[in-house]
């Protein structure tokens, strides 16, 4: 499978409008408790039923740059559809759900089925239907109020440092105003692992917040990867299909 196409379609996701009513944040100063964090994030509608989305996603490596634009459509809590285009042409899909994903790349005329499981196995992190929604839409990674946290204040905004004892340390940073996540950062020191989600901007549309760019950086030993995406246009609620099929003559790729 071509990974590079593979985590574009992840990040290629979010949201934008022609006219931006951007959203102004101060420094967050007083220090409250962990639980009126969480709650306040939660406070936050996301109440819709469909998104159409309109992105341009850049890929660098310590190798390589590659830019593509992506057709995104959401339909809440139950399915995201993503194609990738270069010039125009389309050059990957995905059909992700709840129970599966699945993906078909032209470079490699290859196609993938299967379960997040063998996925999470083969990014090195964990990985289900949720988080990848919730990436897209500017929310945590994971349901807060399944852990106990620690918080502070750092860099002007409200931090939440999950406690549990393990391998894994996940960190949450908010702003102070709608307490919004700016960026989230998930390390695993003793694998030489860390990845980093960062919302400069979001906006307002029709009482809801969405982003307006996301910066991924994935960092594994000596290697780093860093994708950036800038969303250029959003539709709320309207109907619309999720057409996807393979094109015959692909091969089925498994990933062990």
Same mark, same amino acid.
């Given at each position: ?25 101060? %420094?967050?100063?007083?220090? #409250? &408790?962990?639980?009126? /964090? #969480?709650?306040?994030? =939660? ?11 309109? *992105? ?10 590659? @830019?593509?634009?992506?057709? #995104? ?14 010039? %125009?042409?389309?050059? *990957?899909? *995905? ?7 699945? =993906?078909?790349?032209?470079?490699? @005329? ?5 379960? !997040? %499981? ?5 990014? @090195? ?12 839409? @500017? ?32 960190? !949450? ?5 709608? $307490? ?17 989600? *960062? ?9 809801? $917040? $969405?982003?307006?760019?996301?910066? /991924? ?27 996807? &099929? ?11």
């Amino acid at each position: 499978m071509n990974r590079i196409l593979f985590i574009l379609i992840l990040a290629a996701v979010s949201v934008s409008c022609k006219s931006k009513h951007l959203l102004a944040s101060t %420094g967050a100063n007083e220090t #409250i &408790s962990a639980q009126k /964090i #969480i709650d306040n994030h =939660y406070s936050n509608k996301f109440d819709f039923s469909t998104l159409y989305i309109k *992105a341009n996603a850049k890929y660098r490596d310590e190798n390589q740059s590659q @830019g593509v634009t992506a057709e #995104i459509k959401i339909k809440k809590n139950e399915k995201i559809l993503v194609s990738v285009r270069f010039l %125009g042409i389309t050059m *990957a899909k *995905a059909l992700i759900t709840p129970e599966s994903v699945q =993906y078909y790349e032209k470079i490699n @005329g290859s196609y993938f089925e299967g379960d !997040y %499981g063998t996925l999470s196995k083969w990014l @090195g992190s964990d990985l289900d239907f949720d988080k990848v929604q919730n990436m897209l839409l @500017g929310k945590a990674l994971d349901n807060l109020n399944t852990s106990n946290y620690k918080a502070s204040i750092s860099e002007k905004l409200y931090k939440l440092v999950d406690t549990k004892e393990t391998t894994t340390k996940k960190e !949450y940073f908010f702003e102070s105003e709608q $307490f919004l996540v700016k960026k989230q950062e998930i390390t695993q020191p003793q694998q030489s692992r860390r990845l980093m989600i *960062a919302y400069p901007e979001y906006q307002k549309l029709e009482d809801l $917040f $969405f982003p307006l760019e996301l910066n /991924i950086q994935a960092n594994h030993e000596d290697k780093s990867t860093t994708i950036d995406v800038d969303y250029k246009s959003i539709s709320v609620n309207e109907e619309f299909t999720f057409p996807y &099929s393979v094109p015959s003559g692909y091969e089925r790729i498994y990933i062990k």
